[in-house]
């Protein structure tokens, strides 16, 4: 069983729109979650972190953190062509280290 | 602020061989873990380092290994070069010990052939 699932996608969602990126994750004592975004034949950027329960927003990004369900959530406003990429969320594993579970990733597309 | 630079960014080995890759995290960052990507395992966790001392290791054969010097600075090492060894190895670095997540270099594309 994989740790950290996502959605590989493609995720198509047209210009304007909102995307929401889905993932769930399997050990009950991760604190920390990250969403990372990469883009072909680049390194990930981290563009979100979230640690408590309930909504952070950050510009056009909002993660969502539910621990009870053990899913992690990123919705993505007014989505541009700009944002297609895949989307890699990360679990910061129990043992208080800096180990993160990734996610296979969910590639968007944003079309004009 | 300069990033993490990963060196070199490109190299191409012949199975057998052994290859070290380097790492300089952002200046005050002393935490360093390395990680694996291809396209069939996605991001795979290799180690981490943290203070000289390696924190946490990953599911990978005792041929990689790795280290941290004073500087924070880190290197890993992988010997008798495999073909499935073929990936992109990436750094990343943290403040502390990953709270706040972690800022990726570039990355080594490794090629074993």
């Known amino acids: 069983q994989k740790e950290v699932e996502q959605n590989s996608g493609p995720l198509s969602v047209p210009e304007g729109a909102i995307a929401s990126l889905n993932c769930t994750y399997s050990d009950r004592g991760s604190q920390s979650f990250f969403w990372y975004r990469q883009y072909s034949g680049k390194s990930p950027e981290l563009i979100m972190s979230i640690y408590s329960n309930g909504d952070k927003e950050d510009g056009r990004f909002t993660a969502q953190l539910n621990k009870a369900s053990q899913y992690v959530s990123l919705l993505i406003r007014d989505s541009q062509p700009s944002d297609s990429a895949t989307y890699l969320c990360?679990?910061?594993?129990?043992?208080?280290?800096?180990?993160?579970?990734f996610g296979q990733g969910t590639t968007l597309q944003v079309k004009p | 602020k300069a990033g993490v630079t990963q060196t070199p960014r490109y190299l191409i080995k012949t199975r057998g061989q052994q290859v070290t890759l380097s790492c300089s995290p952002i200046?005050?960052?002393?935490?360093v873990s390395w990680y694996q990507q291809t396209p069939g395992q996605g991001l795979q966790f290799l180690f981490e380092y943290f203070s000289e001392t390696q924190r946490n290791k990953g599911n990978f054969p005792g041929r990689f290994s790795g280290r941290q010097f004073s500087n924070s600075r880190s290197e890993m090492n992988v010997s008798t070069l495999e073909l499935g060894d073929s990936a992109l190895y990436l750094c990343?670095?943290?403040?502390?010990?990953?709270?706040?997540?972690?800022?990726f270099g570039s990355g080594t594309r490794l090629t074993v052939v």
């Open positions: 200046s005050g960052h002393r935490s």
């Open positions: 990343a670095s943290s403040r502390q010990d990953g709270t706040y997540g972690y800022t």
């Open positions: 990360a679990a910061r594993g129990s043992s208080n280290t800096g180990k993160l579970i």
